[in-house]
C-alpha cells in the first residue's frame, strides 16, 4: 500500500522567515496531495490541495510543488507568523477510480514553531 | 452549512469494555471515514462508509467495526478495549459522489482514553 514519509518531524524559524515541509510517496497511482494544519486540540484543517495534473498551486502566503517523477511533493510558507505555529500533515491518495482505493495515507506530521 | 461533528468528545474507559463513538457530517455529505491518531502512529485509516456500506477498510483488528445509517451518520464500535486503543479518533466527511478527487472535512475528534 501506500507510504507517505514526511520530514522534518520539527522546524523552528523566527517570523518572517519561510517554512519548507517536504513529503514523499510511494504509489505511483496516487494523484491528489492535501495538507492539513492541526492545531493543539482542534480538527485537523485543509490549508492547500493539488492534483497531479499540476506542478505548484498558491494560496497568498502558502504554495505546494508537486514532483510526479520523484514522487515528492512539499509545503512551502512564506512570511511565516506566530499563528502559523502548529503541526502539518501531508497525506496521498488515489481517486476512486474502481471505488475501492480511495483513504489518505498521512506523513507523520511536522510541528512548525515560530518564534517571535 | 455546519460542519462534521462528533459525540462524545471524551470517554474513559477500562480494559475488556467496549465503546461506540458517533459521527455527523457535513449535510449532504454521503462518504463518512474514520481515522485513528496516535502521538507514535500519526493519523490512520480505519475504515470509510458510503451508502450504508462499507467501501474501504483500513489495516485494523475486527475489534474495530463501524456501520453507516441512512441519513449519513454513522458510528464506530471498539469492542473488548486494550490500552492500545486510547487515541484520538477522527471521522471526515466527503461527498462521497462519482468525483475523482473529494477534499475531506474533518470532526472535532473523540478522545478515548483506556486505563
Known amino acids: 500500500g501506500e507510504n507517505v514519509e514526511q520530514h522534518p518531524s520539527t522546524l523552528s524559524v523566527q517570523e518572517g522567515d519561510s517554512a519548507v515541509i517536504k513529503c514523499t510517496y510511494s504509489?505511483?497511482?496516487?494523484?491528489?496531495f492535501p495538507w492539513y494544519k492541526q492545531e493543539l486540540g482542534k480538527r485537523p484543517q485543509l490549508i492547500i490541495d493539488i492534483r497531479s495534473n499540476v506542478g505548484e498551486k498558491k494560496d497568498q502566503r502558502i504554495a505546494v510543488t508537486l514532483n510526479k517523477t520523484a514522487k515528492h511533493f512539499s509545503l512551502h510558507i512564506t512570511e511565516t507568523q506566530p499563528e502559523d505555529s502548529a503541526v502539518y500533515f501531508c497525506?496521498?491518495?488515489?481517486?476512486?477510480?474502481?471505488?475501492?482505493?480511495?483513504?489518505?495515507?498521512f506523513g507523520k506530521g511536522t510541528l512548525l514553531t515560530v518564534n517571535p | 452549512k455546519a460542519g462534521v461533528t462528533q459525540t462524545p468528545r471524551y470517554l474513559i474507559k477500562t480494559r475488556g469494555q467496549q465503546v461506540t463513538l458517533s459521527c455527523s457530517p457535513i449535510?449532504?455529505?454521503?462518504?463518512v471515514s474514520w481515522y485513528q491518531q496516535t502521538p507514535g502512529q500519526g493519523l490512520q485509516f480505519l475504515f470509510e462508509y458510503f451508502s450504508e456500506t462499507q467501501r474501504n477498510k483500513g489495516n485494523f483488528p475486527g475489534r474495530f467495526s463501524g456501520r453507516q445509517f441512512s441519513n449519513s451518520r454513522s458510528e464506530m464500535n471498539v469492542s473488548t478495549l486494550e490500552l492500545g486503543d486510547s487515541a484520538l479518533y477522527l471521522c471526515?466527511?466527503?461527498?462521497?459522489?462519482?468525483?475523482?478527487?473529494?477534499?475531506?472535512?474533518f470532526g472535532p475528534g473523540t478522545r478515548l482514553l483506556v486505563l
Open positions: 471526515a466527511s466527503s461527498l462521497g459522489g462519482p468525483l475523482e478527487l473529494e477534499t475531506q472535512y
Open positions: 497525506a496521498a491518495s488515489r481517486g476512486r477510480g474502481g471505488g475501492s482505493n480511495y483513504k489518505l495515507t
Open positions: 504509489d505511483s497511482a496516487s494523484n491528489y
Open positions: 449535510s449532504g455529505h454521503r462518504s
